[in-house]
């Protein structure tokens, strides 16, 4: 019988191993929608061994918020890895897709530089429309996405820890 595991452990710089922390951030606007990305990520990183205690939510304004807030947090050595959340949607007055691509390429730059993996729950859809249809929609959706990035912060973690101890 296999036992779960019921934390994880990343490497240090002196070699020595300590329990991950890993912070969840999103930004507030369509909480009724990205809160379930939350939801997804709690949900599926405790089935996967993943203390919830390890890990801590921020909250920003708006989706442009997140990067900044990313790498403050990921220059703390706090935490093992970090996730953004966030729905970015045409408000038919400017153009979504800049917002989105500059979020995402910011969350991009911030792991780069920190070596802080940064997994992104920060989505543009295509047509977006405030009727119960795709609120329902999006709703089911972002709980999915958590789980997902859940399942990609694991397996990356993991991944990370064996490299550090083949050093």
């Known amino acids: 019988m296999t036992q779960a595991v ?16 890993i912070a969840f951030i999103q930004s507030g606007w369509h909480s009724e929608i990205v809160d379930n ?3 997804g990520f709690i949900r599926e990183i405790a089935g996967l061994g993943f203390n919830e205690s390890a890990i801590d939510r921020f909250e920003t304004p708006g989706a442009f918020e997140i990067p900044l807030h990313a790498q ?8 093992a890895a970090i996730v ?6 045409d408000g038919g007055i400017y153009r979504h897709d800049f917002v989105a691509s500059t979020v995402i390429s910011g969350l991009m730059q911030v792991q780069l530089a920190t070596e802080v993996p940064v997994f992104s729950v ?4 295509h047509h977006f429309h405030e009727h119960d249809l795709h609120q329902t929609f999006f709703r089911e959706h972002f709980l999915t996405k958590g ?5 990609a912060c694991a397996k ?5 820890a064996k490299l550090a101890a083949a050093a």
């Open 147 to 151: 789980a997902e990035a859940a399942q």
């Open 156 to 160: 990356t973690l993991s991944s990370l």
């Open 72 to 79: 403050t947090l990921a220059k703390t050595g706090r935490y």
């Open 122 to 125: 920060v989505l543009t859809p």
């Open 84 to 89: 953004a959340a966030g729905l970015v949607v």
């Open 37 to 39: 990305a939350y939801q």
């Open 6 to 21: 019921t934390h994880f452990e990343v490497p240090t710089a002196n070699g020595a191993f300590r329990l991950a922390r």
